[in-house]
């Protein structure tokens, strides 16, 4: 067990959900809570107290760390941005998390006009908190909204929203070697809007949550299906940017997977159903002896920032890298084969069933996927040396 020097609860007296706190305060309330009390006792057995949001490095959240999944943990507080008329973002606030209020002809719901991003947060053994590539993903939402005809905030305000966010939920990253702090900007459009047109107002928000491991299997190999009934995205549409219409769909498909007993599903291009795009969540890479390959990103398939990272050290680790068409036949002939994304990190996949045939691969300690992902983590986490200013200091 972890020695937690305070128990925070979120008693929502001092500060109720919808309360704000503008970005250049330097104060929050916390309760500060002693001992244990029933919930009808709580509020007169906390002392409550302002607080520097800086939490001391040893103060955690009362969280079971040794027991985080990927779920959604609440965590105090999210950030908003609102876009004026003009197209430009006006300088954004601290919100306590909870419910957002849309008009019910937003653009988001009724047309789907909404992106969203997924990043990391990581405590060092010293305490200090700090972040893995923002400007990457930051700068994907941009793309992104062009394409989906929306305003977005600037590279800059996209990481000064996600360290603030980050700063303020700091009890909520988990102890080195216990997971991350899985950091949510969502860009939507919040404007009513009848006909089919852009949204006349956007939000920029982000949340936070603590997690661990995204599937189930933990660090043990994924068991993939391929899919041949349904395609993920067609030439021409918007798989290549991080729509949240992109992944409602894959939802039957991947569901039908799992009550099979498969981790997740790799899809097929939407064409001649004969080359390899990607899994429903992350991004695919086959190796062959001193050969990693990956399909290319060219429209349908999302450019990921772990996908890109990992490409990045694989050349520097000599590896002969190829962004190309794969087709499914290669599947067959892999040594092995894994998956990369922000929210997966570095998964190695043991089998993969494609028209009733199941291939297996090498996994282990020994394989290229684990030097990779140890390489990837160590640089995430500051054990290894950032020679490429992808960390990003949460001061």
């Not at 939507?188 to 852009?198: K, N």
């Not at 189930?216 to 899919?227: D, F, M, Q, R, T």
């Not at 769909?249 to 097929?268: E, H, M, Q, T």
């Not at 064409?271 to 062959?288: D, H, R």
Request: with cysteine; proline share 5%.
């Amino acid at each position: 067990m972890i020695q937690r020097t305070t128990r925070f609860h979120k008693l929502g007296r001092s500060i109720g959900v919808g309360s704000s706190l503008s970005s250049s305060s330097k104060q929050l309330r916390v309760h500060r809570c002693f001992g244990s009390v029933a919930a009808s006792n709580a509020e007169q057995a906390c002392e409550q107290s302002v607080e520097s949001y800086n939490v001391k490095k040893n103060e955690y959240a009362d969280l079971d760390w040794d027991n985080l999944g990927f779920g959604l943990t609440p965590t105090d507080y999210m950030y908003v941005m609102k876009c004026s008329n003009n197209g430009t973002f006006e300088q954004g606030q601290l919100n306590r998390y909870g419910n957002i209020e849309l008009n019910p002809a937003a653009g988001v719901l009724n047309y789907g006009q909404g992106l969203y991003e997924g990043t990391k947060a990581y405590r060092k053994k010293d305490g200090n908190l700090i972040l893995f590539r923002p400007d990457q993903n930051a700068m994907r939402m941009q793309f992104g909204a062009e394409r989906m005809c929306m305003p977005s905030p600037s590279v800059d305000q996209f990481i000064d929203a996600v360290k603030q966010t980050v700063q303020a939920n700091k009890c909520w990253v988990p102890p080195p070697g216990k997971g991350s702090l899985y950091i949510r900007p969502l860009l939507i459009g919040s404007g009513p809007i009848l006909g089919l047109a852009p949204s006349p107002e956007y939000t920029f928000l982000v949340y936070a949550s603590p997690v661990r491991n995204y599937f189930k299997e933990g660090s043990a190999p994924l068991n993939i299906y391929v899919e041949a009934e349904y395609d993920r995205a067609s030439r021409g549409g918007a798989g290549g940017v991080k729509s949240i219409t992109n992944y409602a769909p894959v939802l039957k498909a991947l569901l039908r997977a799992k009550n099979r007993g498969f981790s997740d599903v790799l899809y097929l291009d939407s064409v001649n159903k004969k080359n390899l795009e990607e899994v429903s969540s992350c991004n695919i890479f086959i190796v062959k002896g001193n050969l990693i390959s990956t399909p290319a990103a060219v429209g349908t398939i999302l450019p990921g920032v772990t996908r890109r990272s990992i490409i990045e050290i694989a050349r520097d680790l000599c590896y002969q890298v190829e962004e190309r068409p794969i087709p499914v036949d290669e599947l067959s002939e892999a040594d092995e084969v894994f998956c990369t994304g922000t929210a997966v990190g570095v998964a190695p996949v043991g089998s993969i069933t494609c028209q009733g045939k199941r291939m297996e691969y090498k996994t282990g300690a020994q394989t290229v996927c684990a030097q990779l992902y140890s390489t990837l983590v160590g640089i995430q986490t500051g054990h290894i040396e950032d020679k490429k200013g992808w960390i990003f200091e949460i001061e």
